[in-house]
């Protein structure tokens, strides 16, 4: 078993692990249990599937390697936007008569997170107001595009175009030349919002099992999900383990890709320099392809992430891997504290559509959301869910699309996409 796969807690460096809510401390599996659904990996995507099925009456087993949450979830910079990677191409393949589909599916998600905040009290310090953030002048052309866009869409939520004046203002930099506010977006807890949707789940019938790696899946009319102490036999099992999983490897392999995302935190910053790097509370995200992320906590710590990694190797220190690319746009830091340093992988796939499928029929899989997590796992957890129940429009406009494999090793896998970010890299120079 890959050691990346062997039960863990959750990374006590973590800012969200440092300021959870609720330890999770469900059981382990151990003997036979039989329900209509089995789903392998308690991240965004199995949680958000089993609360979709459990809503809709389904009986339901979630079944988790370490902690609910403990992967990208529990970790990435918590920033709710909307979207899912590689839209354009599926357009392209399904013809111009899905746009309008397409478009509503990418706020989905949004909506999806905003009722179940609501409906079940999670307390995720959910705050609305997200920035897309322009450097070059071809970057401004691009907001500028997609605020004719959400004209052209008549987007019933507020959204701002800011001039460089306006950006500089509100976000107490020079480096920005322009943003695109969406107050639609916004920012959040992410290991709370997992863990919150899990306790909701988990109180409508879902049987949640926590420290259970799978071992594997006997395949036939039901299958049977296995792991050391015990096995779920079911009528159909959804594989949501992204990065870190390693099943079904004839079908799966050479198809996602793990990358390296890390972020530090700050301490609490005073209410003068709030005021003047982040009046608003806004999530932030530049437009370059190897981004740089952030947001003000709860607590008023400024959250820094970027730098992802392609190669497979982590950096020797996380601070001091970002620490400079923080100082590039906030010089005034340079004496806060760092309290926080974390990362961990994110699924990547080459053409950077989610990678939807099934296997014998009855074997669902939905992974590599190429830094779009937050929004995109619920999206795609209601499409599972749909495609269960009969209804597979929308699965199959992510289904039906190819996925190029790197022959050979992971790691040579990897090194090539590896290679191809530099030419972004030299790209975001430009």
């Not at 392998?40 to 949680?47: D, E, H, L, R």
């Not at 995720?124 to 071809?138: H, I, Q």
Request: glycine content about 10%.
């Amino acid at each position: 078993m890959n050691k990346r796969y062997q039960k863990q807690e959750h990374p006590q460096t973590s800012y969200y692990a440092a300021t959870v809510n609720e330890i999770t401390d469900y059981p382990e599996l151990e003997g036979s249990i039989s329900v209509d659904i089995c789903i392998v990996g308690a991240g965004f995507t199995g949680v958000a599937t089993a609360l979709t099925l459990a809503e809709r009456g389904y009986s339901v087993a979630l079944v988790e390697a370490n902690r609910v949450g403990w992967g990208a979830s529990g970790r990435n910079g918590g920033q709710l936007i909307n979207g899912i990677t590689g839209l354009a191409k599926v357009q392209k393949q399904h013809g111009d008569g899905v746009a309008d589909m397409l478009w509503d599916l990418r706020w989905r998600g949004n909506d999806i997170v905003h009722e179940r905040v609501a409906k079940y009290g999670i307390e995720c310090d959910l705050k609305k107001g997200f920035v897309e953030t322009a450097l070059k002048p071809r970057q401004v052309k691009e907001l500028e595009e997609y605020a004719d866009e959400l004209e052209k869409h008549h987007h019933p939520h507020p959204y701002e175009l800011w001039d460089r004046e306006k950006t500089r203002k509100m976000l107490g930099t020079d480096v920005y030349i322009g943003g695109l506010v969406s107050y639609h977006d916004g920012h959040l807890h992410p290991l709370n919002l997992c863990i919150g949707e899990a306790r909701s789940a988990h109180e409508l019938g879902v049987k949640i099992f926590e420290q259970s790696p799978v071992t594997g899946i006997q395949h036939g009319a039901r299958p049977k999900v296995k792991t050391g102490k015990g096995q779920v036999e079911a009528d159909c099992v959804v594989l949501a383990g992204n990065a870190y999983h390693r099943l079904e490897s004839k079908h799966l392999s050479n198809l996602t890709f793990p990358a390296g995302s890390y972020i530090i935190g700050t301490e609490p910053l005073p209410e003068q320099i709030v005021a003047e790097i982040n009046p608003l509370d806004l999530a932030v995200c530049d437009l370059n392809h190897i981004v740089d992320y952030f947001r003000l906590s709860a607590d008023k710590r400024l959250l820094y992430g970027g730098r992802c990694n392609y190669s497979g190797r982590e950096p020797s220190s996380i601070k001091a891997a970002i620490l400079p690319r923080m100082l590039d746009i906030y010089p005034q830091l340079k004496d806060v504290r760092i309290d926080y340093e974390w990362g961990g992988m994110i699924g990547i796939v080459l053409n950077r559509i989610p990678a939807l499928g099934r296997i014998n029929g009855n074997v669902y899989y939905c992974q590599g959301y190429s830094g779009h997590g937050v929004n995109a796992t619920h999206i795609m957890g209601e499409l599972v869910a749909d495609a269960i129940g009969g209804t597979m429009e929308k699965f199959d406009l992510f289904a039906d699309m190819k996925h190029f494999r790197i022959p050979g090793s992971q790691w040579m896998g990897n090194q090539i996409i590896a290679l191809g970010m530099l030419y972004f890299r030299l790209k975001d120079r430009l």
